[in-house]
């Protein structure tokens, strides 16, 4: 693959961020550097750099975020803010036992474990302690 000016300026957007950022985020971003940068040239890009294993994608609802962190981990998703947090917890699940069960071929599992973050955590616990 040859070298692209925009390809590296969204890659770096994607990998200098932990907020796990959608296309729009990522186009928002790379008009700061590139004026004339398309949202077609960002999808794209997105999707080189997903298929050739710089970033990773996952679905958050009904909308793409994309990961620079491709190492195997899952997600905290806070009900209060949305916010998304990388953990280190590995993806441990019986490939064989999936295929056998539901004749499915997994090629990659992905979750979120829903809850509070710690700002959100300690305001429901502040408001529990007031009643």
Known sequence: MRFSYQREVIKNIVCSTK?????DWVFNEAKKKIKNISLGTVYRNLKILESNGTI???HDSSQVRYDGNVEDH?????IECGILIDT???SDYDREKIIKNYEFEPNDIEFFIIGK???HKTQTTKKNKEL
């Open 19 to 23: 907020s796990h950022p959608n296309a």
């Open 117 to 119: 973050c710690k700002k």
């Open 74 to 78: 899952h997600h905290l998703k806070c």
């Open 88 to 90: 280190d917890i590995k």
């Open 56 to 58: 990773k994608s996952f």
